[in-house]
């Protein structure tokens, strides 16, 4: 796999998560310094990965009913070392020619009191069918904005095991007056990888169905605190 080598392109890409790459959070390697930068860059408009909010994005008709309840906020967890910041803001990451099971991803950005958060940068990326990360390019990574009721939806393929990982999505969500949450979302039908898996957590698991034996499509609400 290639996803193993630690590159200083990748390292730079953890340390310089904070301020889109410009390196201003290099030296902390935290991810609460990350945080604290994001906290205080969410009034100027700008997202820790240097994504400008740009409000809510068009509505997609994606026509996702809220939960009822939105409490406790969902779990933070390492972004791991295979970030890059600065990815396109697009919806549809399917490669040409992937051998992928195709998957819809989509959910809703909530504030712990059940209320949308429009225009929240929602930042994904995740390994391919084959357990590799693109750490050169953005293949299977990009970014979009919530549109007014919240939503979101990524058309991308699953995402496989690597290196000892069940399979997993990263994820990083930010709205303009919350905390960034940088998380990890699972899938329901790996009980056994999951379980071996340190990392795993139940409440971080989407909720995925396929009809027909058509695409997979996988919800998960995140419920961001405020900053
Ligand atoms: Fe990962």
Known sequence: MDGQGVTRRKVLAVLGAGAGGAGAAAGTGSLG???SVASAR????????GYTFPGPAPDRMLGLSPPVACTPGTRAQT???????????????????????????EGIVLTPDCQPVAGAVVDVWHCDER?????????????????????????????T?????????????QGETTRLLTTQVYFPDLEAANGRDFIFRDDLVMRLGRAGGGEWRGRFD???APA
């Open 131 to 159: 357990g590799r990360y693109d750490n050169e390019g953005f293949r299977y990574r990009g970014h979009q904005f919530t549109d007014a009721a919240g939503a979101f939806r990524f058309e991308t393929i699953r995402p």
């Open 161 to 173: 095991r690597y290196r000892g990982r069940t399979a997993h999505i990263h994820v990083r969500v």
């Open 42 to 49: 969410a009034s100027t408009r700008v997202t820790p990965a």
């Open 33 to 35: 310094a990350l945080m």
């Open 222 to 224: 995140f419920v961001l």
């Open 79 to 105: 972004a791991g070392p295979f970030y890059t910041p600065g990815t396109p803001r697009r919806w549809n990451l399917r490669e040409p020619g992937t051998t992928g099971e195709p998957l819809v991803f």
